[in-house]
Structure formats: structure tokens, C-alpha cells
């Protein structure tokens, strides 16, 4: 079972850190994805925008709905993903090295934004509106809040 730590950066000076320490520290390449909000130069962005489909990402890997679009509201503005997936070593390995770089801590990110649960939000298995539950697609472990709060700043997803 693949596991994949999570952790929220002010920026991609240390976000670009946290993926050298990573690869320092052993986890492939292959597993390491940072994802920041587009730049455009000359018309043009140089990543694809954060939207719908890293929410739905997310909610693959057992991410709740309010986990989400803090994530995706935090990537929009301006702070960077960093993802490191591998096996449950290489991610508890994730975790200490995000831990050290001072990741957002999530729950004070969202609390801190307003109209973070407004709306509805698109998942891969469709529309969910405020406070409904989501199907979990098959093969998906979810860790509860509390589990996965237990780690300050950066959380580990089972999937």
C-alpha cells in the first residue's frame, strides 16, 4: 500500500529545500511532486492550475472535503505542495524531513480563511455539497483526523 506525505509551504524557496532534503534523505524522484500556483510569463503559465482535479486528487488519496480546499485554497494563493509518495518508511522518512521545514499546520491555515467550506466541491466521483460524505473509492485506507492531526504540519495519506 503506497502512502503519501503532504506538506504546505510559504514558498517554493522552501519547497525546492524540502525536495532536495527528500532525495537526500533517500525517496525517489519518481515520488516527489511540488505544485504551486501557475506562473505566467509571456501569456503563458508554466504549471497547470490548481483546481478541481488536485482536489479530486487529493480525495483519491482519503483526503477530507475541509483537507482539500484548504490545500488547493493554500496553493492558490501562493503557497506550494509538496507530495512524497512511497512505502510507509520512505513516508514516516517525508514526514521528518517536511517537519523540519516548518509546513503549514492545516487546521490553523483553514481556520484562518474565510468561506473555506462555501460552496460545492467537484470530486472524481462527482459533485459533493457541504457536509455530505463522498464515496471512497476501493482500495483506500483513510486514516481518521485525528490520526493524521497527530502529525503537526505535513499528514500522511494511505491509498
Known amino acids: 500500500m503506497a502512502e503519501t506525505a503532504i506538506g504546505l509551504f510559504e514558498d517554493i524557496g522552501t519547497a525546492e529545500a524540502v525536495e532536495d532534503a527528500l532525495r537526500a534523505n533517500g525517496l525517489p524522484t519518481h515520488g516527489i511532486r511540488v505544485i504551486r500556483k501557475p506562473v505566467a510569463s509571456g501569456g503563458a503559465s508554466s504549471i497547470p492550475s490548481p483546481d478541481s482535479t488536485l482536489a479530486s486528487e487529493l480525495r483519491s488519496m482519503g483526503a477530507t472535503q475541509r483537507e482539500c480546499e484548504a490545500y488547493v485554497d493554500g496553493v492558490q494563493r501562493g503557497n506550494v505542495l509538496v507530495f512524497a509518495t512511497g512505502s510507509h518508511a520512505q513516508s514516516d522518512t517525508a514526514i521528518g524531513v517536511m517537519n523540519a521545514y516548518n ?30 460524505e463522498a464515496s471512497v473509492p476501493e482500495g483506500i485506507t483513510l486514516k481518521s483526523e485525528k490520526e493524521r492531526a497527530r502529525s503537526e504540519g505535513a499528514r500522511v495519506f494511505s491509498w
Do not use: C, N, V, Y
Open 103 to 132: 509546513p503549514i499546520e492545516l487546521e490553523e491555515f483553514a481556520s484562518a480563511q474565510t468561506g473555506i467550506h462555501a460552496g460545492a466541491m467537484r470530486t472524481r466521483e462527482g459533485i459533493t455539497l457541504k457536509g455530505e
